[in-house]
C-alpha cells in the first residue's frame, strides 16, 4: 500500500514538472502563505530557480507593479479560502514583463482544513498584446472612419461644412420645424464682387478669402441646431431654428457688419474692402414646404439686397 502511494506520489511529482505552465504550491497556514515547491515550468517561465523561490510570497512577482486591482482580488480570496482566476502583470528576473493567467486552487485536509494553495501560471502574453493589437486597430479603423466621414462632409477650402452636409442638415431641420410648427429660417450669403477679387488678387488669395469668411459665418451660427455651409463658389448657406424674421434680421446686419470689420482689402469693390450680400427667408414650414421652396424665396432675397446696392440683408417671410 505505502510502496502504491509513493509511486503514484513520484509520477505525480514527475508529471508536474514536465508541464509548460508554472505550478506552485504556498502554505496556507502560515503568514503571508510562503511558496513551498515551483516546478520546471515556473523556473523556465519566470527564469527564478526553485531555491530563489522558496519562503517568498506570491507577490515577489508583481514587483513595484502594485496598482493592479487583481491583486486585490487574489488578497481577498486568500483570505476567505477561496480560489480565484486573473489575469495580471508579473516580472521575470531579468526585469521583462509578463502577462500571468494565474488560477488558484484551496487544498484542504481530510478534515477541510485548508493548508495549502496550488497555482497554476500560463505566460498569455503573446494571446493579451495580439487583443490590444486588435484593438488598437478597431480603434485606428474608428478614428479613420470618423476623418473620412468629417472630409466626405466638410468643404477642402473654407473648412466649414460641404453642400452635402448642409442638404442633408436641411431635410432632417425642414421635417423637424413640419413635426413640431417650429421656426426655419435660411440664409444665403453671397461675397460682393468676388470674381473681380479673383482677378485682381488670384485664386489662392481668393480661397483664403473664402476660409477668413466662411470661419466668420461658422462662429456666429454655431448653435447645435445651426448649420453654415459653403453653397457654392462665393456662396454660403445657413439653415437654423426657432428665429423669426426679426431675429434672422438681426443675425443677417450682424454677420454683414462682422465680414466688413474683417477688413479684407478689394480694390474692386465701392467699399476697399470685401462685403457681402445676404437674403434669407424666416417662417413656420407647411407639411407640403420643401426645402427648394425655401431656397428659392432665400435667393429672391439676395436679388434684391444685391439690386439695391450690395452690402446689405434682405429678409423675408
Given at each position: 500500500?505505502?510502496?502504491?502511494?509513493?509511486?503514484?506520489?513520484?509520477?505525480?511529482?514527475?508529471?508536474?514538472?514536465?508541464?509548460?505552465?508554472?505550478?506552485?504550491?504556498?502554505?496556507?497556514?502560515?503568514?503571508?502563505?510562503?511558496?513551498?515547491?515551483?516546478?520546471?515550468?515556473?523556473?523556465?517561465?519566470?527564469?527564478?530557480?526553485?531555491?530563489?523561490?522558496?519562503?517568498?510570497?506570491?507577490?515577489?512577482?508583481?514587483?513595484?507593479?502594485?496598482?493592479?486591482?487583481?491583486?486585490?482580488?487574489?488578497?481577498?480570496?486568500?483570505?476567505?479560502?477561496?480560489?480565484?482566476?486573473?489575469?495580471?502583470?508579473?516580472?521575470?528576473?531579468?526585469?521583462?514583463?509578463?502577462?500571468?493567467?494565474?488560477?488558484?486552487?484551496?487544498?484542504?485536509?481530510?478534515?477541510?482544513?485548508?493548508?495549502?494553495?496550488?497555482?497554476?501560471?500560463?505566460?498569455?502574453?503573446?494571446?493579451?498584446?495580439?487583443?490590444?493589437?486588435?484593438?488598437?486597430?478597431?480603434?485606428?479603423l474608428h478614428t479613420l472612419?470618423?476623418?473620412?466621414?468629417?472630409?466626405?462632409?466638410?468643404?477642402?477650402?473654407?473648412?466649414?461644412?460641404?453642400?452635402?452636409?448642409?442638404?442633408?442638415?436641411?431635410?432632417?431641420?425642414?421635417?423637424?420645424?413640419?413635426?413640431?410648427?417650429?421656426?426655419?429660417?435660411?440664409?444665403?450669403?453671397?461675397?460682393?464682387?468676388?470674381?473681380?477679387?479673383?482677378?485682381?488678387?488670384?485664386?489662392?488669395a481668393g480661397d483664403e478669402?473664402?476660409?477668413?469668411?466662411?470661419?466668420?459665418?461658422?462662429?456666429?451660427?454655431?448653435?447645435?441646431?445651426?448649420?453654415?455651409?459653403?453653397?457654392?463658389?462665393?456662396?454660403?448657406?445657413?439653415?437654423?431654428?426657432?428665429?423669426?424674421?426679426?431675429?434672422?434680421?438681426?443675425?443677417?446686419?450682424?454677420?454683414?457688419?462682422?465680414?466688413?470689420?474683417?477688413?479684407?482689402?478689394?480694390?474692386?469693390?465701392?467699399?476697399?474692402?470685401?462685403?457681402?450680400?445676404?437674403?434669407?427667408?424666416?417662417?413656420?414650414?407647411?407639411?407640403?414646404?420643401?426645402?427648394?421652396?425655401?431656397?428659392?424665396?432665400?435667393?429672391?432675397?439676395?436679388?434684391?439686397?444685391?439690386?439695391?446696392?450690395?452690402?446689405?440683408?434682405?429678409?423675408?417671410?
Amino acid at each position: 500500500m505505502d510502496t502504491a502511494t509513493n509511486v503514484s506520489a513520484g509520477l505525480l511529482a514527475q508529471a508536474v514538472d514536465q508541464l509548460r505552465d508554472g505550478v506552485t504550491i504556498a502554505d496556507a497556514r502560515r503568514k503571508d502563505h510562503p511558496i513551498i515547491y515551483v516546478n520546471r515550468g515556473f523556473e523556465q517561465m519566470t527564469g527564478y530557480a526553485s531555491a530563489e523561490v522558496i519562503g517568498k510570497s506570491y507577490r515577489f512577482l508583481q514587483g513595484e507593479d502594485v496598482e493592479q486591482p487583481e491583486i486585490a482580488t487574489i488578497h481577498d480570496a486568500l483570505t476567505r479560502g477561496e480560489g480565484c482566476q486573473v489575469t495580471l502583470r508579473n516580472y521575470r528576473k531579468d526585469g521583462s514583463l509578463f502577462w500571468n493567467e494565474l488560477s488558484i486552487s484551496p487544498l484542504r485536509d481530510e478534515q477541510g482544513e485548508l493548508t495549502h494553495f496550488v497555482g497554476v501560471q500560463k505566460d498569455v502574453t503573446s494571446r493579451i498584446l495580439h487583443d490590444q493589437h486588435l484593438h488598437q486597430s478597431s480603434l485606428d479603423l474608428h478614428t479613420l472612419n470618423r476623418q473620412l466621414g468629417t472630409l466626405a462632409y466638410t468643404d477642402h477650402v473654407s473648412g466649414i461644412s460641404n453642400r452635402r452636409h448642409f442638404d442633408e442638415q436641411f431635410a432632417s431641420l425642414l421635417a423637424a420645424a413640419q413635426r413640431t410648427h417650429g421656426e426655419l429660417s435660411v440664409l444665403l450669403i453671397e461675397l460682393d464682387h468676388f470674381r473681380e477679387f479673383i482677378e485682381r488678387y488670384g485664386r489662392p488669395a481668393g480661397d483664403e478669402c473664402l476660409r477668413v469668411v466662411g470661419d466668420c459665418i461658422a462662429k456666429l451660427f454655431a448653435r447645435g441646431s445651426d448649420c453654415a455651409a459653403r453653397y457654392s463658389g462665393d456662396e454660403f448657406a445657413v439653415v437654423s431654428t426657432g428665429d423669426n424674421i426679426v431675429d434672422l434680421q438681426a443675425h443677417a446686419q450682424k454677420l454683414r457688419a462682422k465680414v466688413s470689420a474683417l477688413g479684407i482689402p478689394h480694390s474692386g469693390s465701392p467699399h476697399g474692402i470685401v462685403t457681402i450680400s445676404v437674403g434669407g427667408v424666416a417662417r413656420i414650414p407647411q407639411r407640403d414646404t420643401a426645402a427648394t421652396d425655401l431656397i428659392a424665396l432665400a435667393d429672391a432675397a439676395l436679388y434684391e439686397a444685391k439690386r439695391h446696392g450690395r452690402n446689405r440683408a434682405h429678409i423675408v417671410n
